[in-house]
């Protein structure tokens, strides 16, 4: 069978990841989650006592940093397990300066597309229908109001045990929203052929069987039993 790409984007927080975790689930791809990658970065540029706001600083990590996505969904930089750090408020507000320097992604791209050559990927992020896989044959563009990604987060952090308040998930929200839009290089906006759904009124079950629609509408794939 021929390899199949499904591209999901879409603004901070709108559920994307775990919508794009089960649909790989059920289709048996691999998932990809490439925000977890600029994540892992802004970590290690924060360890090493740089600066994330200063892209020459951050820049000079590229030929060090290693980041490893593994199969059981865990994620390694520089061999060290980042899984849970890199989801702290310290990572999450710095995220999106790290996401806009455009030679870390250039890195980030070169590694995202090789992870999706040889095989079935379910990826998520801001720029894969776009710039990354402009040739999934799947893209999804997934949105949803600020209040309810904002809420969503905030639960999110409540069950890791990551202290934050709802304000200061919203105002974390918006802040991404602008800079991930805003960039000149890639910046986050809808593929003129990507499918926009709006899952402010879905729960995850829902967007999960929404997206499974639109791949077998577009591949003409059988959706396994689930
Ligand atoms: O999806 P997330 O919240 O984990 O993403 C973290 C940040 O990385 C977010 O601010 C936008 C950026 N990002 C990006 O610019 N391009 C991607 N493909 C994925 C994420």
Same mark, same amino acid.
């Given at each position: 069978? !021929?390899? /199949?790409?499904? =591209?999901?984007?879409?603004? &901070? &927080?709108?559920? !994307?990841?775990?919508? =794009?975790?089960?649909?790989?689930?059920?289709?048996?791809?691999?998932?990809?989650?490439?925000?977890?990658?600029?994540? &892992?970065?802004?970590? =290690?540029? /924060?360890?090493?006592?740089?600066?994330?706001?200063?892209?020459?600083?951050?820049?000079?990590?590229?030929?060090?940093?290693?980041?490893?996505?593994?199969?059981?969904?865990?994620?390694?930089?520089?061999?060290?397990?980042?899984?849970?750090?890199?989801?702290?408020?310290?990572?999450?507000?710095?995220?999106?300066? /790290?996401?806009?320097?455009?030679?870390?992604?250039?890195?980030?791209?070169?590694?995202?597309?090789?992870?999706?050559?040889?095989?079935?990927?379910?990826?998520?992020?801001?720029?894969?229908?776009?710039?990354?896989?402009?040739?999934?044959?799947? !893209?999804?563009?997934? /949105? =949803?109001?600020?209040?309810?990604?904002?809420?969503?987060?905030?639960?999110?952090?409540?069950?890791?045990?990551?202290?934050?308040?709802?304000?200061?998930?919203?105002?974390?929200?918006?802040?991404?929203?602008?800079?991930?839009?805003?960039?000149?290089?890639?910046?986050?906006? !809808?593929?003129?052929?990507?499918?926009?759904?709006?899952?402010? @009124?879905?729960?995850?079950?829902?967007?999960?069987?929404?997206?499974?629609?639109?791949?077998?509408?577009?591949?003409?794939?059988?959706?396994?039993? @689930?």
């Amino acid at each position: 069978m !021929k390899n /199949i790409s499904i =591209a999901i984007d879409g603004p &901070a &927080a709108a559920g !994307k990841s775990t919508v =794009a975790k089960k649909v790989a689930d059920i289709l048996g791809f691999t998932y990809i989650d490439t925000g977890a990658m600029y994540r &892992a970065f802004t970590y =290690a540029v /924060i360890k090493a006592g740089l600066d994330p706001q200063n892209e020459e600083e951050s820049n000079s990590l590229i030929p060090s940093v290693t980041i490893e996505l593994r199969e059981d969904g865990k994620v390694f930089c520089c061999d060290e397990d980042v899984t849970r750090v890199i989801r702290e408020p310290s990572v999450s507000s710095n995220v999106s300066y /790290i996401a806009s320097y455009k030679q870390i992604r250039l890195a980030m791209v070169d590694m995202q597309r090789k992870m999706a050559e040889s095989r079935s990927v379910v990826m998520d992020g801001r720029d894969i229908g776009t710039y990354v896989l402009p040739k999934a044959e799947v !893209k999804i563009f997934q /949105i =949803a109001s600020v209040e309810t990604r904002a809420e969503r987060r905030y639960k999110e952090n409540q069950e890791k045990g990551i202290p934050t308040s709802l304000e200061d998930v919203i105002e974390d929200v918006k802040k991404r929203d602008r800079i991930d839009s805003g960039r000149a290089f890639a910046p986050l906006c !809808k593929a003129d052929d990507a499918v926009e759904l709006d899952t402010s @009124h879905l729960n995850i079950e829902e967007s999960v069987e929404a997206v499974l629609k639109i791949v077998a509408e577009k591949t003409g794939l059988e959706i396994p039993c @689930h």
